[in-house]
């Protein structure tokens, strides 16, 4: 009986151990970062994300990625969020693991915040400098003032080398190359330490002697011009000066040394120039849409209508930055991040090319894990059962018409 009990001791023992050992292990890997937890439709309804392209997924420190691409900004966008007149776009990363080098937004360099058009497409780039070694999951984004934050697609980046070598140079207009790491940083270590220094001698200069007790007994007995001596007085006065003086001097020696300066450039910019989309010979009715509850599909029916001069097929349905593709029609060769890729999942259940005069109702299904993954079927929660995507029609020649669609979206459930 009791070797029993002992083995089963042992037993329980050592699968605590592994337990522990395997919790200690399992680093689950996030691979999204803030999105998911973002409501679905507000997702498929502000901005879409398409034609996105990362120029590398490893680099060195001090070594460049373009993130390049194009966004729609949704022309029903939604109540809650304010219109995009003041937006900035950003990147979104864990701190400066990048410097952003430079972005811009149809060809114009945007530091500053920009307005955005409802219903325009823009194209843009950032140019990103790698700067701290690590595997980084680098989105782009929009921030929008009164909206927060528009999350896109997140893809790991990889950055080897070593942070020490990172270097930001800069040439000013006056001519001097400066490294903007760490330009001005003795200076302000310099200035802070020594009135610091100063604040601190002040209060050396009383705590030397009784600080409180004495000093009360001595105020509430009517002695309290005893506690300040003429010394004391001249030390004051002497720091007052002193702190004055110094403030001058340095004001004076830091205009002499930088002569020229400038203001915080800021303010907004408008006239951002959108990408003149070709007019589009397809034209897509939603019949219906629908999701099931629990599930990881959405289906559609769609009537699309071919006004155009060449036979079409629809290749990718693409919402809330998840793309489906029918791999019949297209194959993704920008390296896509995986987990938002769904190379096989769009089924049309009639994908024949669609003749130029033709129309043809088809039932289409996107279905993928990222459905789940990515919280789109969250829909559920969300008060405005409405989804927004793009679709992209393929001519035989492989030119690409980008179609809008907007509906209601309403679950069906088991
Ligand atoms: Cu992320």
Known sequence: MKTIKDKIAKLSF????LAVTSAMFYTP?????GEKSQAAFMRMRTIHWFDLNWSKDEVAVNETVIISGKFHVFAGWPETVDKPDVAFLNIGIPGPVFIRAGSWIGGQLVPRSVSLELGSTYDFKVLLKARRPGDWHVHTMMNVEGGGPIIGPGKWVTIT??????????????GDVIDLEDYALDNVYFWHALWMGIGLAW???WFKRPMFIPRHIAITSGKADTLISSGDKKVAIAFAVG???LVMMSMGTTNEKYPITTPLQAGLMRGMVPVELPETSISVVVEDASYRVPGRAMQMTLTITNNGDSAVRLGEF??????FLDPDVLEDETGYPDDLLAEEGLTVSDNSPL????????????SDAAWEVYRLADLIYDPDSRFAGLLFFFDEEGNRQMIMVDAPLIPTFI
């Open 203 to 205: 209060l050396l200069f």
């Open 161 to 174: 080398g070593s942070m020490g070598d990172f270097t930001n140079p800069l040439t000013t207009l006056t």
């Open 318 to 323: 693409m919402t809330a930055s998840v793309r």
């Open 29 to 33: 890997t996030a691979s999204a970062h």
């Open 355 to 366: 003749a130029p005069g033709e129309t043809r109702t088809v039932e289409v299904t996107a």
């Open 243 to 245: 702190t004055m003086g």
């Open 14 to 17: 050592v699968a605590l151990l």
